[in-house]
Every structure is written in C-alpha cells, then in structure tokens.
C-alpha cells in the first residue's frame, strides 16, 4: 500500500500516541499538518457510537457538499452508502490500531482509500476518528461520493494500517 498523504496521517497519528497507545483530539494541531488538512475529517461519535457528527471536513473529502456540524444521519439518505459509511465509522473507532480501507463504488468516485483512526476525548474515551480520504476518480465522473450516493460498493482492501503499510 503505498499513498504518501494517508502514510504521513498515519506517521502523524503515531506520533501523537501515548504511554498506552492513544492519541487524544487534543494532541492534533493543524498547524502541524497543513498539506494533509484538505484530506482530514474529525468526526465525533455519540449514542454509543450509533451516531456520528462530522467536526471538521477537508475541502478534497467535502467536493461540494460540505456536511460540517452535521450528524452523517443529517447528511446522507438511508441508502446503502451511508450504512456502508456508518459501518466504517463504528468499526474504526473500536479498534485501537485504526482502520485502513479501500471500496470500489458504481458511480461517484470509482474508488475511495480512507485511513481512520481513532482519538480519545477529555474523559480518556475514544470519542473522535480522525480520517484521511483519497479519491480515485472517473475521467467522466465529477460527482463526489456524498452526491452520487452509490449502491455498488466492493470492498478492494480492509484492515489494520500497520501490516498494509508495511506490503
């Protein structure tokens, strides 16, 4: 797996790590990582992690939908998407290690790599994912996958960053 922009996030968020393995929210300082805000969403869970609201939202990831402030539920229709999306985000925020992913999509943007990893809150819980996002896109298709909604999603990679980054 080679993508310099998620493997520098990835570099970052280690660096960030605890004595225990955690980063915290508070630990990330844009000023830090200028080049890769473009690409970063914050997005902060509730509901036991049922729900999730997006903090922050690069303008590479909003291509013209920007759904800051809002709950993904808010921004998206009940559609296989956005279950594919929420899946992400309830799988990524259980896994200490983080979440590296590549989907094929059927329109919209023939595929999307997303690093997400997880950041704990005030109360030392993880509360927050901060999440890198690439987009391989159609030579005819403009549409991002937030305004495409596609049902067609395959799965092309799914698991834990360190051992993808290391193929």
Known sequence: MNDPI???????????RDENGFASKASIDPVEIPDLLP???IIESYDNH???RYRLVGTVVAQGIDPTGQFLDEALPDTPYRRHKQSLLKEAIGRAE?????YRYSNGPSSIRRLLLPLMGRNRNVRYLIT???????????LSAWQANPAGIEKVMHGDPAELFRQ
């Open 39 to 41: 690409y970063l969403t």
């Open 50 to 52: 049922e729900r999730f």
């Open 132 to 142: 890198g996002q690439i987009s391989q896109n159609n030579s005819d298709e403009s």
């Open 98 to 102: 983080g979440l590296l992913t590549e």
């Open 6 to 16: 998620l493997y520098k996030l990835f570099l970052y968020w280690k660096s960030k």
